[in-house]
Nanobody, 129 residues
Framework: QVQFVESGGGLARPGGSLRLSCAAPGITMRDYAIGWFRQAPGKEREGVSCSSASDSSTDYADSVKGRFTISRDNAKNTVYLQMNNLKPEDTAVYFC??????????????????????WGQGTQVTVSS
């Protein structure tokens, strides 16, 4: 069973930065669109960002656009989420997953989360002063 491994979470102050990593033992991540999601206590899971496999296109939720950047290192088989100018409302457990139905993100991370699988355990991000 494939399961992604997220890391890099922690405590950050408002305005600070963190970089999350997503590794995938057992699969080649460049073959998949990869999405980042988050879930805050008492809230629904939210799609945050996606990196396409078929081209260089990416997608972002409006709440993180201009602050978060998704990237890939195919040599390391890893996808990253650089989070800058963090806000308390970014506090959540962050997960990554692969889209099993398409190689180009479109708006799938925001509207079609059921297309994603290989969920990891997540990494906690807490933004607080």
């Amino acid at each position: 069973q494939v399961q992604f491994v997220e890391s890099g979470g922690g405590l950050a102050r408002p305005g600070g930065s963190l970089r999350l990593s997503c590794a995938a033992p057992g699969i080649t991540m460049r073959d998949y669109a990869i999405g980042w999601f988050r879930q805050a206590p008492g809230k629904e899971r939210e799609g945050v960002s996606c990196s396409s496999a078929s081209d260089s296109s990416t997608d972002y939720a409006d709440s993180v656009k201009g602050r978060f950047t998704i990237s890939r290192d195919n040599a390391k088989n890893t996808v990253y989420l650089q989070m800058n100018n963090l806000k308390p409302e970014d506090t959540a457990v962050y997960f990554c997953a692969a889209n099993l139905m398409r190689r180009r993100c479109g708006d799938s991370v925001r509207t079609l989360s059921y297309e994603y699988d290989y969920w990891g355990q997540g990494t906690q991000v807490t933004v607080s002063s």
